[in-house]
């Protein structure tokens, strides 16, 4: 079922557009037809289609499906993570296999990587930044997950460097992020995408399941306290289409 509450909001927040599905499956299926249309489109009036994804488990259906989508010029897309765990490339918990053997069909595709191969935090966040910067273009669509403490991407409440990286006037395109506490499954620093990068984007694309993280976003969302809860940023793109992808 697709849904919208106000479909044009006055003021400058965005206007979001729920998407519901009977499975995680489905979802990944009507996300990855949504990303298809976007790279298809951004092909045809530009060089490359550019893409953010975030980590995590939620949205790789999502990327399977995608790979194997027909009529995509793979050569031409490039996408990066929305956030990385600073650990050595080869580790378990390094987010790029995953996202790497997701969108393994995708043949030709550029993978950007947000940290050293060595996943030092430091040199990590200069590598990611300078990354980004030489590509300086808007996305055409980001993907965000959410934990369920509201965190998205790798922007943690609680995080000393929350602020900076939730600041919509900031140079930065990229940041190291140590979320206190660590969360005790990946007790990790990471890089971050800024809010302000993530949010210069055509399409952002939330993609969550279950009851209780449903609950999460609607609470963050109604509050709008980014500080508290910052999957609230969605709501500062105006000028993004924003989408929300929900099954049980
Ligand atoms: O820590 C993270 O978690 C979120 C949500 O992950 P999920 O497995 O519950 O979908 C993810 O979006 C983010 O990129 C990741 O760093």
């Given at each position: 079922?697709?849904?919208?509450?106000?479909?044009?909001?006055?003021?400058?927040?965005?206007?979001?557009?729920?998407?519901?599905?009977?499975?995680?499956?489905?979802?990944?299926?009507?996300?990855?037809?949504?990303?298809?249309?976007?790279c298809?489109?951004a092909l045809?009036?530009?060089?490359?289609a550019?893409?953010?994804?975030?980590?995590?488990?939620?949205?790789?259906?999502?990327?399977?499906?995608?790979?194997?989508?027909?009529?995509?010029?793979?050569?031409?897309v490039?996408?990066?993570?929305?956030?990385?765990?600073?650990?050595?490339?080869?580790?378990?918990?390094?987010?790029?296999?995953?996202?790497?053997?997701?969108?393994?069909?995708?043949?030709?595709?550029?993978?950007?990587?947000?940290?050293?191969?060595?996943?030092?935090?430091?040199?990590?966040?200069?590598?990611?930044?300078?990354?980004?910067?030489?590509?300086?273009?808007?996305?055409d669509?980001?993907?965000?997950?959410?934990?369920?403490?509201?965190?998205?991407?790798?922007?943690?409440?609680?995080?000393?460097?929350?602020?900076?990286?939730?600041?919509?006037?900031?140079?930065?395109?990229?940041?190291?992020?140590?979320?206190?506490?660590?969360?005790?499954?990946?007790?990790?620093?990471?890089?971050?995408?800024?809010?302000?990068?993530?949010?210069?984007?055509?399409?952002?694309?939330?993609?969550?399941?279950?009851?209780?993280?449903?609950?999460?976003?609607?609470?963050?969302?109604?509050?709008?306290?980014?500080?508290?809860?910052?999957?609230?940023?969605?709501?500062?793109?105006?000028?993004?289409?924003?989408?929300?992808?929900?099954?049980?």
């Amino acid at each position: 079922m697709t849904g919208s509450t106000d479909p044009r909001s006055t003021g400058a927040r965005a206007t979001p557009e729920w998407h519901e599905y009977s499975s995680a499956e489905r979802l990944g299926a009507g996300l990855a037809e949504k990303l298809a249309a976007i790279c298809v489109d951004a092909l045809n009036e530009r060089a490359l289609a550019w893409l953010a994804l975030a980590g995590g488990r939620t949205p790789l259906p999502a990327y399977r499906h995608l790979a194997g989508m027909p009529g995509i010029d793979w050569g031409r897309v490039v996408a990066v993570p929305t956030d990385e765990r600073c650990v050595p490339h080869e580790h378990p918990a390094c987010n790029l296999s995953e996202l790497g053997n997701a969108l393994h069909d995708a043949n030709g595709i550029s993978i950007i990587t947000l940290t050293r191969p060595d996943g030092d935090a430091e040199a990590s966040a200069m590598f990611a930044q300078r990354e980004l910067n030489a590509r300086a273009q808007p996305f055409d669509a980001v993907v965000l997950g959410m934990g369920a403490d509201a965190h998205t991407a790798s922007l943690f409440p609680g995080a000393a460097q929350l602020a900076a990286a939730l600041d919509l006037q900031t140079h930065e395109d990229a940041l190291r992020i140590d979320p206190d506490p660590l969360p005790p499954e990946a007790p990790f620093a990471r890089i971050t995408l800024t809010a302000k990068r993530l949010l210069r984007t055509r399409e952002l694309h939330v993609v969550i399941t279950g009851d209780a993280k449903r609950g999460v976003l609607e609470r963050a969302l109604a509050s709008g306290d980014v500080h508290a809860h910052p999957i609230a940023i969605v709501l500062q793109a105006p000028q993004a289409h924003l989408h929300l992808h929900w099954s049980p």
